[in-house]
């Protein structure tokens, strides 16, 4: 969402296309200042606060990074803002809750939890925060916050994971990609959240817990891919698998 207005609606010439059985021409305008957006309604646009009223006033629209999110609805349209992590980027997130494909959705399997899996992990911090570039999916650039590296033992080998988070983190975020993606997980790769190290400095790596980006699901998510040095040299029979039609 750039600076300054957008305009979203039906109307196949606006930025923002909706489909026409849920929308009028122009649903209403959305105005960036910053990071902040405030949503400029028409009289016949039709836009509701979810479970609420029409907006007929210029409203203010919190982001999902908020802890406050504004949530629109505009007939079976679900709406919020979002603020994508490790940039100062803004869409607008679209849903559709008469999806017909809500229906026939399913789940995609996970390998066998085995305890072989949850492995003790070491966190070799780093002197200071570091910021670390990652690409997204898209083509575009993100850098997120990373305390240090986590080190762990498998098949005989020592391996390394970067961890993104700080000291006030009760979990960290670990992006990874694996020999299994080739064939069994999602190309792109698979996240975890690892709890926070001990005083020690320990913590447990569980990879029945990975889970695949949301990029698997729709191609209208942004997801950033793991950095080079989360390419595990190991087959990690863990975790969520990939669905049988990836959507991006």
């Known amino acids: 969402m750039p ?35 405030h949503l400029e309604p028409v009289s016949d646009g039709n836009v509701h606060l979810q479970d609420g009223p029409p907006i007929e006033e210029t409203t203010i629209l919190e982001n999902d ?15 919020r803002i979002h603020s994508e992590p490790g940039t100062d980027r803004l869409w607008l997130r679209v849903w559709d809750t008469d999806l017909p494909e809500r229906e026939t959705f399913r789940l995609p399997e996970y390998f066998t939890l085995s305890t072989e899996w949850r492995v003790s992990a070491r966190l070799d ?23 240090g590296e986590l080190v762990f033992r498998k098949a005989d ?20 990609w ?3 993606a080739i064939s069994e997980t999602y190309q792109a790769g698979r996240y975890m959240r690892v709890p926070a190290a001990d005083e020690d400095g320990w ?6 817990r990975s889970y695949n980006a949301p990029c698997v699901f729709t191609a209208f998510s942004v997801c950033s891919l ?7 040299d190991l087959a990690v029979t863990a975790g969520e698998k990939r669905p049988e039609k990836p959507a991006y």
């Open 3 to 37: 600076q300054g207005e957008t305009a979203f609606g039906s109307d196949p010439a606006l930025p923002i296309v909706l489909p026409a059985e849920d929308s009028p021409a122009l649903a209403g305008t959305l105005v960036r200042q910053g990071q902040d957006v």
């Open 65 to 79: 990074r908020s802890g406050n999110t504004t949530y629109l609805s505009l007939g079976s349209l679900g709406m």
């Open 125 to 147: 911090r780093y002197p200071e925060l570091r910021s670390i570039p990652l690409a997204d999916i898209t083509g575009g650039m993100i850098e997120q916050d990373a305390i």
């Open 157 to 176: 080998g020592e391996h390394r994971l970067i961890a993104f988070g700080n000291e006030q983190s009760r979990s960290y975020f670990v992006s990874m």
């Open 178 to 180: 694996d020999s299994t």
């Open 203 to 208: 913590t447990t790596i569980d990879f029945n």
């Open 226 to 232: 793991p950095p080079l040095e989360n390419r595990l």
